[in-house]
């Protein structure tokens, strides 16, 4: 297989990719993928999220919202939260906070985040807000195409949340 091609299968098969990660699943040295990325982004054949410090890979055929997603699946804490909101539909902040084993802060900074992406929502109760997934059957549609391991192991009702 050509380069280019296997680069470009990377990013398809593996959306918000980061470029260490390209680096460390194809073999190629740092200046030699920089050209292939380049060009691929010439093609228009990906698209390139770059922040400071992390830049991610998309194929051009990945629309926005299911980027978001994907991007927020590369993070282990945050995809552990949205894998238990898609099974236990709602949840407290301290319900998930126990089930994860992580510090109220952890969770609270990552809950904030996925609510400010649109992809959680919070509804105000007393004595503790309560939060669920926005979209559950967009989530699901996503894992299904670009995470069909973790989406058999959900529908097969086996999920271990520390497992992957």
Same mark, same amino acid.
Do not use: W
């Given at each position: 297989?050509?380069?280019?091609? @296997?680069?470009?299968?990377?990013?398809?098969?593996?959306?918000?990719?980061?470029?260490? &990660?390209?680096?460390?699943?194809?073999?190629?040295?740092?200046?030699?993928?920089?050209?292939?990325?380049?060009?691929?982004?010439?093609?228009?054949?990906?698209?390139?999220?770059?922040?400071?410090?992390?830049?991610?890979? %998309?194929?051009?055929?990945?629309?926005?919202?299911?980027?978001?997603?994907?991007?927020?699946?590369?993070?282990?804490?945050?995809?552990?939260?949205?894998?238990?909101?898609?099974?236990?539909? $709602?949840?407290?902040?301290?319900?998930?906070?126990?089930?994860?084993?992580?510090?109220?802060?952890?969770?609270?900074?990552?809950?904030?985040? @996925?609510?400010?992406?649109?992809?959680?929502?919070?509804? %105000? &109760?007393?004595?503790?807000?309560?939060?669920?997934?926005?979209?559950?059957? @967009?989530?699901?549609? $996503?894992?299904?195409?670009? %995470?069909?391991?973790?989406?058999?192991? @959900?529908? &097969?009702?086996?999920?271990?949340?520390? &497992?992957?």
């Amino acid at each position: 297989m050509e380069r280019l091609e @296997l680069v470009h299968n990377i990013i398809k098969k593996n959306p918000a990719v980061r470029f260490n &990660d390209i680096m460390r699943i194809s073999k190629l040295k740092n200046g030699t993928l920089t050209h292939y990325i380049s060009k691929l982004e010439n093609m228009e054949k990906i698209s390139v999220e770059r922040t400071p410090r992390i830049t991610r890979f %998309y194929d051009k055929s990945v629309p926005k919202k299911e980027a978001e997603i994907c991007k927020q699946l590369t993070r282990p804490t945050v995809k552990h939260i949205i894998m238990l909101l898609l099974k236990e539909k $709602v949840m407290t902040h301290t319900e998930i906070g126990d089930s994860l084993k992580k510090s109220p802060a952890t969770i609270s900074v990552c809950l904030s985040e @996925l609510f400010e992406k649109n992809i959680i929502e919070k509804t %105000y &109760d007393i004595p503790s807000n309560k939060y669920s997934l926005k979209n559950p059957t @967009l989530i699901r549609g $996503v894992l299904n195409v670009y %995470y069909p391991d973790i989406s058999a192991r @959900l529908i &097969d009702n086996t999920v271990e949340l520390l &497992d992957f």
